[in-house]
């Protein structure tokens, strides 16, 4: 079945630093995919929506300059946290589905997530 | 706007036990599709059900039980005979039919089965 594919799994690095998350879907082209926070013992929240060759949709309170987001190809979406802070640390998870005539019948496939942490 | 809620924080049963999950949702949306997910405490998102809004249908997969009662705008899950691998965080979800499909997750619920 399709699979999407997130790297690196987890990331340590200091404040400060700029750190990038891929998200690939492996087996299926994703005009749109999905990136999503997760702080510790709480739910998933949408950050943005990566649309292939234009820009990405945030979420309200989502800062565009601080999370850039650059989808250049039907089947990878990246996330760069641009220096990063310690606030920044969280669980980041990535999402795609298969789209068919602009809407989509099949469920949303997940990567397995970035933990990033910020020292 | 969406919202999904899940009112039990934290679920513990002993094994064996049969447990339910709780999911009461709002959408102004005629169309949308319900999910539930597992995230065990690797963090991954694992995928367990979908459920159009116009198939009321319950369904059953092995020990796992979904009960959709559009009526009550619910959409509960039931594991029977609850084993310690089904320890882990279960989300409960919603998505739109038309437009961005993004899913509006429910804040989860923590289930904990003890030997």
């Known amino acids: 079945g399709a699979v999407v594919s997130q790297h690196p799994s987890r990331v340590i690095c200091k404040s400060g630093t700029s750190v990038k998350i891929e998200c690939r879907s492996l087996d299926f082209q994703a005009t749109t995919m999905f990136w999503y926070r997760q702080f510790p013992k709480q739910s998933l929240m949408l950050m943005a929506t990566s649309n292939e060759g234009s820009k990405a949709t945030y979420e309200q309170g989502v800062e565009k300059d601080k999370f850039l987001i650059n989808h250049a190809s039907l089947t990878l979406s990246t996330l760069t946290v641009t220096s990063a802070h310690p606030e920044d640390s969280s669980f980041y998870i990535c999402s795609a589905g298969l789209m068919i005539g602009g809407h989509s019948n099949q469920p949303q496939h997940f990567g397995d997530g970035t933990r990033l942490s910020i020292l | 706007a969406q919202k999904v809620t899940q009112a039990q924080t934290e679920i513990s049963v002993v094994e064996k036990e049969d447990v339910t999950l709780d999911c009461v949702y709002e959408t102004r949306d005629t169309t949308y599709y319900l999910f539930w997910y597992k995230q065990p405490p690797s963090g991954e998102l694992v995928f367990l059900i979908r459920?159009?809004?116009?198939?009321?249908q319950n369904e059953i997969s092995g020990r796992y039980s979904w009960n959709f009662q559009k009526s009550t705008s619910s959409f509960n899950f039931t594991i029977t005979a609850s084993q310690v691998v089904d320890s882990a965080v279960y989300f409960c979800?919603?998505?739109?039919?038309?437009?961005?499909?993004?899913?509006?997750f429910g804040s989860g619920t923590r289930l904990q089965v003890q030997p």
């Open positions: 979800a919603l998505s739109e039919e038309t437009g961005r499909r993004a899913l509006t």
């Open positions: 459920r159009n809004s116009f198939d009321e």
